[in-house]
């Protein structure tokens, strides 16, 4: 295969496709806007979740070492109100979806984040960095709360094309989410209320809003620049403006390199919601018998930046893609399996020139902006060239070993793991897909050691020409 693609993506900051150039050779930071846990997540919050995750094994394949931190909004006007009509503390009510969040990504094979901070937990961190803008002038105070003042920052407005000019002087928001039109002094810290959690502080007992949890985790964990901010497109306006404004009048520094956001998940042609009850949870589907695996297979069948439309019948139809790709498999490793000791002295390597083919147009579509649906659609060319070779009797040993490697690639960055994987644990399921990644990398110290592990948690790994498989000691 000739070298590897350059990789460009879509900013929405300057809405032009760009070159990607991380800050520091070799490595990515990456930040992602996580859940809200007031309820359980719904399946368009996992269309941004699912994209993420393949951003992220995408990079992993390029050989970027990727730091990735996920948020987890636990103290925002929702998680509040939900947990005093619970009649339970925050904390406690929380917890439970937090932990029905992670079981959710597992289910859904998508890898862990290195870093998972709770709001709660970075109090004090938020109020440094309203200190900070005080000091520098950006911020007032109003019964008790304090605002970021938006016309001290006068790039305002450059993520989300809004003008800020129209603004009216002294109007300001209280709410942590508000309309697209609605540009005003937004809350950094708001003023105890009767009932409501609060945090001792100089500038008046109370809660940080949402906004500022976001910046303050991210520069923690990251520092004040990083390179990759990730979201749905509804966190431009207000989330990911006041971020910028906030964070950039703290430091002085870029905050983030590039910014990318995905469509929405539909639902008749309206965005999947909880506020319109036209939402699934994932465990909505799985208690229809739906394949978590199919779920997720879905949810990258389209281009990120295109809306996908929702339908329990696209996720039966993508089921039956998942089981031609099984079949395949299963054939492939098999073939591989038969030729594996067959002389290659005369091999013309013609399906292997053609597999090839396949997979340069496979790394070409994933480099364009992950472009998925292209990717997708060489892989299945690839099953047909491969397919028709095998029934004609012309699949030779070199274009089977490409083939093979094609398919484990696809499998890597693509999260869609092999039937019996699937059910094995989530963690074990991870556990494999780190020894797979440390394999590829060529870490074979790495491999090894995570071998040994899955041994004594009774999982024996077997390498075959059509790739690992997973057995049981017990």
Request: overall charge negative.
């Amino acid at each position: 295969m000739t070298s590897s693609p350059v990789i460009r993506f879509h900013s929405t900051m300057t809405r032009r496709t760009e070159v990607f150039s991380p800050l520091a050779p070799g490595a990515v930071r990456m930040y992602t806007c996580g859940p809200t846990v007031y309820d359980h997540a719904h399946i368009g919050n996992f269309r941004a979740y699912v994209w993420e995750d393949l951003l992220r094994r995408f990079l992993k394949h390029r050989g970027l070492a990727v730091t990735q931190v996920m948020n987890i909004t636990d103290v925002d006007d929702k998680t509040i109100r939900n947990s005093l009509a619970a009649g339970v503390s925050l904390r406690e009510y929380t917890d439970g979806y937090i932990r029905g969040f992670f079981e959710d990504i597992d289910r859904l094979g998508i890898e862990r984040a290195e870093k998972y901070p709770r709001a709660t937990d970075h109090v004090p961190e938020m109020l440094a960095m309203i200190r900070a803008l005080t000091e520098k002038g950006h911020t007032y105070e109003s019964g008790g709360s304090t605002y970021f003042r938006i016309d001290t920052f006068p790039p305002y407005g450059r993520l989300s094309g809004l003008d800020p000019a129209g603004i009216q002087a002294g109007a300001r928001v209280e709410s942590d989410e508000y309309e697209k039109d609605d540009v005003r002094d937004f809350v950094l810290w708001k003023a105890k209320k009767e009932g409501e959690p609060s945090w001792p502080a100089s500038i008046g007992e109370g809660r940080p809003g949402w906004h500022i949890e976001c910046s303050a985790m991210s520069m923690k964990y990251l520092g004040p620049s990083f390179d990759i901010h990730t979201g749905a497109v509804d966190n431009i306006f207000p989330h990911h403006e006041n971020e910028i404004a906030q964070s950039e009048a703290c430091t002085g520094a870029t905050f983030v390199g590039l910014w990318m956001h995905c469509a929405h998940l539909v639902v008749d042609g309206e965005k999947m919601s909880k506020s319109k009850g036209n939402f699934y949870t994932l465990r909505d589907l799985v208690g229809r018998g739906l394949d978590p695996r199919a779920i997720r297979y879905f949810l990258l069948s389209s281009h990120y930046r295109k809306p996908l439309n929702f339908t329990l019948e696209g996720v039966q139809q993508t089921a039956q893609a998942l089981t031609r790709l099984d079949a395949f498999r299963e054939r492939l490793e098999a073939e591989s399996r038969r030729v594996a000791g067959v002389s290659r002295s005369m091999d013309a390597g013609l399906l292997e020139a053609r597999v090839n083919a396949h997979a340069e147009a496979f790394e070409e579509s994933l480099a364009d902006d992950l472009n998925t649906a292209e990717a997708l659609g060489a892989i299945f060319e690839m099953v047909r060239t491969v397919n028709a070779a095998l029934d004609r009797g012309e699949a030779e040993p070199r274009g089977l070993e490409a083939a093979v490697n094609l398919y484990g690639r696809f499998q890597r960055v693509f999260g869609v793991r092999d039937r019996e994987d699937a059910a094995l644990p989530p963690e074990l399921a991870q556990l494999v897909e780190a020894r797979q990644d440390a394999r590829g990398r060529k870490d074979f110290a790495e491999a090894d050691r995570l071998r040994k592990l899955l041994l004594e948690r009774g999982i024996v790994l077997e390498d075959t020409p059509g790739g690992v498989r997973c057995k049981r000691t017990t």
